[in-house]
């Protein structure tokens, strides 16, 4: 596969991961996108904020490009964890406008550059290249489109993304009988090895 192909590979591959993540709001309420949903806070427009931000550092600061947006630098003991919630003053409008001008500011400097444009990234205290940057964030926005996946599931029922989308409640009977089979298996497991 040639340098071209790769790249177009990858950031597919990007590109579909940032959309699970937003397909995960739609349809839910103000509320339901803030709210906390885990003990530590974790929320839908937390996740997207927080994919917004490190995105601007990775595809931005770290590859030479800084992004125009006002992140806070990554060492900023004061902004801890700001990245994963939404404050009063900023409105799902804003953050989704803002994870679209980050994702096209790291549109630009994945078309750009090589796959061997070199980079740095100081909290790593590594030297990297574009090909590592872009296989990094691959990862961590699938793994929070898997958060939202949870999230989602939790809270209103709904199962699967884009136009695969259903609620536990359209095939109730099969996920209650899923749910008790999980749930005697765990049980006997645990009876056995205590």
Known sequence: MDEV???ARLHQDLRQARAAVLDRL??????DVRRPLTPTGTNFLG?????????SRYLGNVMGRPCPEPIPAWDDRSARGNDMWATELESRSHVLALFE????????TINE???DAPGHVP???????????VAHLIGETRQHAGHADVLRELLDGEIGSGRHTSTVE???????QRWAEVDRVARTVASDTN
Request: no cysteine.
């Open 5 to 7: 192909a790769a790249k």
């Open 26 to 31: 739609k349809g839910l309420s103000d509320y």
């Open 47 to 55: 996740l997207v904020k927080h994919l917004a931000t490190w995105e």
């Open 101 to 108: 001008r980050v994702t096209a500011h790291s549109d630009a």
């Open 113 to 115: 550059l090589p796959l």
């Open 123 to 133: 909290w790593w205290h590594a030297d990297v290249t574009l090909l590592d940057v």
């Open 170 to 176: 359209d095939d109730e009977l099969f996920w209650k």
